[in-house]
């Protein structure tokens, strides 16, 4: 499942693929529940629920619906990371049986642009201009000679920025593990991460525009991996980083 959310309508777009039985050879019809809350309680959306018509020999298809936040969605910065959780609940019938399948994703909304001020250089987090205060990490972990992977050491170090009063990590040439974007999706820092490579030729001829693989596998690699990472606000590969 994944979902992206829309500052200006309000409104968040979930995918998800709902799959069977794949020797179901006759026509299905399913009840899809969304609904999305916010983890503190503060805000409720109302729930929307949907048909869903499986064909005759058909065991996957995907699903696309919006889903209405309402009028006044609490909005996630560095300030007030406020995320929500959207759950997916299908309901079917199966063998005269009424079975329940969930899946849950957390997620937030936000904007990140680039406005006029300063020759159209200036970074802005949900209309409001930001200046990004950061630190570089190259997964340098001496003591383990590997970077973590459980939330709570991410949640730790990532505090460390904020008690120093940063707000952006730049990870150079690599992408933490999902660990680190939901601690950052909590703590409110806003990640910067790249493709490990340093040639220019391996995901196509930047140099000459070719960014097709580049378009490819930033999507493939980390946002269809990691989820809808709100921290994440810049993915570049190494080598295009320098052209911007």
Not at 139 to 156: K, S
Request: one cysteine or more; aromatic letters at 12%.
């Amino acid at each position: 499942m994944s979902v992206c959310s829309d500052v200006a309508s309000h409104r968040v777009s979930v995918r998800a693929v709902l799959s069977r039985p794949a020797d179901g050879a006759s026509e299905q019809l399913v009840l899809v529940k969304i609904s999305a809350n916010s983890l503190t309680g503060e805000h409720q959306t109302a729930p929307q629920w949907l048909a869903v018509h499986f064909p005759a020999g058909e065991s996957e298809i995907c699903l696309s619906a919006l889903h209405d936040m309402g009028e006044h969605p609490l909005l996630w910065d560095e300030f007030c990371p406020n995320l929500y959780r959207m759950t997916l609940s299908v309901y079917c019938i199966q063998n005269g049986t009424l079975r329940i399948a969930e899946r849950c994703e957390d997620f937030g909304i936000r904007s990140f642009t680039v406005g006029e001020h300063d020759g159209g250089r200036q970074f802005f987090i949900n209309g409001r201009p930001t200046i990004l205060r950061g630190e570089i990490n190259c997964a340098v972990f001496p003591r383990t000679g590997y970077p973590p992977t459980d939330l709570n050491t991410w949640m730790q170090l990532f505090q460390l920025y904020k008690d120093y009063g940063l707000n952006h990590v730049r990870f150079h040439t690599w992408i933490p593990p999902r660990s680190a974007f939901q601690a950052a999706d909590r703590l409110g820092l806003y990640l910067y991460v790249e493709l490990p490579q340093w040639g220019r030729r391996m995901f196509g001829d930047v140099y000459q525009g070719d960014m097709s693989d580049v378009r490819y596998y930033f999507p493939a690699g980390c946002t269809r991996r990691h989820g809808p990472r709100k921290a994440q606000c810049f993915a570049f590969p190494h080598c295009y980083r320098y052209l911007l």
